[in-house]
């Protein structure tokens, strides 16, 4: 895991945090329909990572979409999880960064984790840099 964000680290970043989608999108209609092999594609290609400097969610197996945020620019990250998302860990996030990006991603796993880890990268970033500004 993590091809497309390994391949483009800049000076100094390292990945602190990985996850990918659960293991409950193999149970789903476009899942069954495609005997579980778009499951598995989108599981495999798709990245949500946070580095030391920035978080990047990369999707997509043959077209790409890429959002990558600097730490700073994040506004917040919403985590929902329904009674099923919590006894088996994962949630739907939602990035909303600084101006108008938003993005909603469903059936992750360790939502919880992924947002924790950013909350302590952010942390970490500040006190070692001062301020954003």
Do not use: C
């Not at 960064?97 to 993005?103: A, L």
Request: no cysteine; aromatic share 16%.
């Amino acid at each position: 895991m993590g091809s497309y964000v390994n391949n483009h680290l800049i000076k100094d970043e390292h990945v602190v945090f990985e996850t990918t989608y659960h293991w409950t999108i193999f149970f789903t209609w476009a899942s069954l329909f495609t005997l579980t092999i778009a499951a598995w594609i989108k599981r495999s290609s798709d990245e949500f990572v946070i580095t030391n400097k920035r978080l990047v969610v990369k999707t997509g197996f043959i077209s790409r979409d890429t959002v990558e945020l600097n730490l700073n620019k994040v506004e917040s990250i919403q985590v929902e999880q329904s009674v099923w998302g919590r006894m088996f860990g994962f949630g739907t996030i939602s990035i909303h960064g600084t101006g108008e990006t938003s993005q909603v991603y469903k059936r992750i796993s360790d939502p919880l984790g992924f947002r924790r880890k950013y909350q302590e990268q952010y942390d970490q970033y500040t006190q070692t840099r001062g301020s954003f500004n």
